[in-house]
Nanobody
Framework: QVQLVESGGGLVQPGGSLRLSCTAS????????MGWYRQAPGKQRELVAS???????NHADSVKDRFTISRDNAKNTVYLQMNSLKPEDTAVYYC?????????WGQGTQVTVSS
């Protein structure tokens, strides 16, 4: 069992930055894959970025060169640095962890990009 707690969301103007954090209740060293997803109103949940236990990253085309996923195993935390935010980035952002055959989700954190 893994509990995930996201933080760092909020209201930001277009062009601004936010850093999301996802802290796990146990060591993430052996967690195969951790990722950030988002869901905007009326839309399906989509993958934003993921990072493997070995540190290999993947970013959706819509956020490449603006968002960066990283992990700090010592703090059991995965981060999503979001720069040059756009109104279309507005969504609830969810952290996900895949361990063995299980998939765990956090409760989500709201990100709103608006002037």
């Amino acid at each position: 069992q893994v509990q995930l707690v996201e933080s760092g969301g909020g209201l930001v103007q277009p062009g601004g930055s936010l850093r999301l954090s996802c802290t796990a209740s146990r060591s993430i060293v052996s967690i195969n894959l951790m990722g950030w997803y988002r869901q905007a109103p009326g839309k399906q949940r989509e993958l934003v970025a993921s990072i493997t236990s070995g540190g290999t990253t993947n970013h959706a085309d819509s956020v490449k060169d603006r968002f960066t996923i990283s992990r700090d195993n010592a703090k059991n935390t995965v981060y999503l640095q979001m720069n040059s935010l756009k109104p279309e980035d507005t969504a609830v952002y969810y952290c996900n962890a895949r361990y063995a055959i299980f998939s765990y989700w956090g409760q989500g954190t709201q990100v709103t990009v608006s002037s």
